[in-house]
């Protein structure tokens, strides 16, 4: 069955270091991956999309996520994170063979200043 | 333009209660979802639908049910409520891939159901 695993359950960081999030899926075929943020009492909104092509892509607000088809992995990175940066991160495969769009556990981020 | 619109925000039931979450989408996008998110477990896809007419089962559909009649709409149905059903439910609507267009979904407001 397909499936979505987020490593980082709960990450804490302080205004200026590097983030990365962990991302692995299991399907084989052709997928879709995305991240999704969802900010306190809001809807998830989309951060990047992987298609196709260059498989370093980048989002909005300075994030960009590296896919690696070897590993089977789509991991979140930003260089220096933000307070409002403070949300929780889900990562999203969408497989062309079930329709199924299925989301991992979640990873959320507490930025202090 | 609207989005994803869903009503009501928030409900309280009572057990044994029913109701239905209401779901509608302007963007004419073939495939609509309804997740629950709850602490510490993401997002978990109930039903889902790749066109009108056309249902089918996510990862915990027992305790639900969906129809699709119109492109627009995609009602979600608990027939008995029950504790375990209170949860933040999510519609969401993404166009259908291959269409030459990355299948982006788009979200609701979400809806806090309580049961209680």
């Known amino acids: 069955a397909q499936s979505v695993s987020q490593h980082n359950h709960h990450v804490i960081l302080s205004e200026a270091a590097s983030l990365e999030l962990g991302c692995n899926y299991s399907?084989?075929?052709?997928?879709?991956l995305f991240w999704y943020v969802q900010y306190p009492g809001q809807h998830l909104q989309l951060l990047l999309k992987y298609f196709s092509g260059d498989p370093l892509v980048k989002g909005i607000k300075g994030f960009e996520a590296e896919f690696i088809k070897s590993k089977f992995s789509f991991n979140l990175r930003k260089p220096s994170v933000q307070w409002s940066d403070t949300a929780e991160y889900f990562c999203?495969?969408?497989?062309?063979?079930?329709?199924?769009?299925?989301f991992g556990t979640g990873t959320r981020l507490q930025v202090f200043p | 333009n609207a989005g994803v619109t869903q009503t009501p925000k928030f409900r309280i039931l009572k057990i044994g209660q029913s109701m239905t979450l209401q779901c509608t989408q302007d963007m004419n996008h073939n495939y609509m979802y309804w997740y629950r998110q709850d602490p510490g477990m993401g997002l978990k896809l109930i039903y889902y639908s790749v066109g009108a007419g056309i249902t089918d089962k996510g990862e915990v559909p027992n305790g639900y049910n969906v129809s699709r009649s119109t492109t627009e709409d995609f009602p979600l149905r608990l027939e008995l409520a029950a504790p375990s059903q209170t949860s933040v439910y999510f519609c969401?609507?993404?166009?259908?891939?291959?269409?030459?267009?990355?299948?982006?979904?788009?979200f609701g407001q979400g809806t806090r159901l309580t049961v209680v």
């Open positions: 999203a495969v969408n497989n062309y063979n079930t329709d199924k769009l299925i």
């Open positions: 969401a609507s993404s166009p259908r891939p291959g269409t030459g267009s990355v299948p982006e979904a788009f």
């Open positions: 399907y084989g075929g052709t997928v879709n």
